[in-house]
Nanobody, 119 residues
Framework: EVQLVESGEDLVQAGGSLRLSCAAS????????IGWFRQAPGKEREGVSC????????YYADSVKGRFTISRDNAKNAVYLQMNSLEPEDTAVYYC????????????WGQGTQVTVSS
């Protein structure tokens, strides 16, 4: 059974930094993308950042470019999100997301972790 376990600090003042971690288990594919979505109160869930297990290609939402950095550890099936220069608008529940493309496309989610940036 696939599991995504999220961890990290969840409270910081504006301008500060936080680091989120997600460890995935229960699968054997070497072809997947893993990263983070977030959902703020009253808003739809949006993609934040993701990284490919095969070529290391990354994606960042325009709102976090230059502030957030995603990294991976394929041996541990883990992904990390370093969040710098945080703003109150970054306050949201952050969800780890895993997409396996081979042999079939499957999508898995973590339970979500609250990140609060105070002004």
């Amino acid at each position: 059974e696939v599991q995504l376990v999220e961890s990290g600090e969840d409270l910081v003042q504006a301008g500060g930094s936080l680091r989120l971690s997600c460890a995935a288990s229960g699968f054997t594919s070497d072809d997947y993308a893993i990263g983070w979505f977030r959902q703020a109160p009253g808003k739809e869930r949006e993609g934040v950042s993701c990284i490919s297990s095969k070529d290391g290609n990354t994606y960042y939402a325009d709102s976090v470019k230059g502030r957030f950095t995603i990294s991976r550890d394929n041996a541990k099936n883990a992904v990390y999100l370093q969040m710098n220069s945080l703003e109150p608008e970054d306050t949201a529940v952050y969800y780890c997301n895993l997409v396996i493309d081979n042999p079939r496309q499957d999508n898995y989610w973590g339970q979500g972790t609250q990140v609060t940036v105070s002004s």
